[in-house]
T-cell receptor, first 114, second 116 residues
Framework: AQSVAQPEDQVNVAEGNPLTVKCTYS??????LFWYVQYPNRGLQFLLK??????LVKGSYGFEAEFNKSQTSFHLKKPSALVSDSALYFC????????????FGAGTRLFVKA | GAVVSQHPSRVICKSGTSVKIECRSL??????MFWYRQFPKKSLMLMAT?????????EQGVEKDKFLINHASLTLSTLTVTSAHPEDSSFYIC????????????FGSGTQLSVL
């Protein structure tokens, strides 16, 4: 069965500092991996994805994530956080070998303080 | 880019009434749409997979007679919460996959349902 773990309920970081939001996954086959962001009372917005190729994926708003197969991780990172990055972040996985469902992690709330 | 429109954004209803939520893909065809439920400070719970022209696939524990899903066209899926009760109050989100854009999901803006 597929699963996604986001071990931190909340991450606090000062504006201008680097941020990391952690994600590990479990899937039987090779995964598609995603990060989405949700602002209050809104749907989710796509940030970035790993499909194949370079393990370092760059996405929207200066975010990036690194696929680490041996550690089954896909941590989200940004070199310099902005207050406007404060939101709820979801890691998601889909097994490319036939599954159609995308499974989401529990979400990590990011607070960036000015 | 691809857009998914969800309507209404907010609905308040009396207990025992039914509420319909619409999800439309505006500029792409979606043979499959997904309905999620989100509780406060919680993750998205996949309720069902909506398949155009066929019956929806419900996740374990989701009552199909209570949460009716219809996917009558390639651009429209509806979720009807029948005989709503206060415990059905939640944030409902739909999504669709545009298979031409490498697997990512596009989400509606969500519907906040409050049952009095």
């Amino acid at each position: 069965a597929q699963s996604v773990a986001q071990p931190e309920d909340q991450v606090n970081v000062a504006e201008g500092n680097p941020l990391t939001v952690k994600c590990t996954y479990s899937v039987s086959g090779n995964p598609y991996l995603f990060w989405y962001v949700q602002y209050p009372n809104r749907g989710l917005q796509f940030l970035l994805k790993y499909i194949t190729g370079d393990n370092l994926v760059k996405g929207s708003y200066g975010f990036e994530a690194e696929f680490n197969k041996s550690q089954t991780s896909f941590h989200l990172k940004k070199p310099s956080a902005l207050v406007s990055d404060s939101a709820l972040y979801f890691c998601a996985v889909r097994d490319r070998t036939g599954g159609i469902k995308t499974i989401f992690g529990a979400g990590t709330r990011l607070f960036v303080k000015a | 880019g691809a857009v998914v429109s969800q309507h209404p954004s907010r609905v308040i209803c009396k207990s025992g009434t039914s509420v319909k939520i619409e999800c439309r893909s505006l500029d792409f065809q979606a043979t499959t749409m997904f309905w999620y439920r989100q509780f406060p400070k919680k993750s998205l719970m996949l309720m069902a997979t909506s398949n155009e022209g066929s019956k929806a696939t419900y996740e374990q524990g989701v009552e199909k007679d209570k949460f009716l899903i219809n996917h009558a066209s390639l651009t429209l899926s509806t979720l009807t919460v029948t005989s709503a009760h206060p415990e059905d109050s939640s944030f409902y989100i739909c999504s669709a996959r545009d298979t031409g854009t490498n697997e990512k999901l596009f989400f509606g803006s969500g519907t906040q349902l409050s049952v009095l």
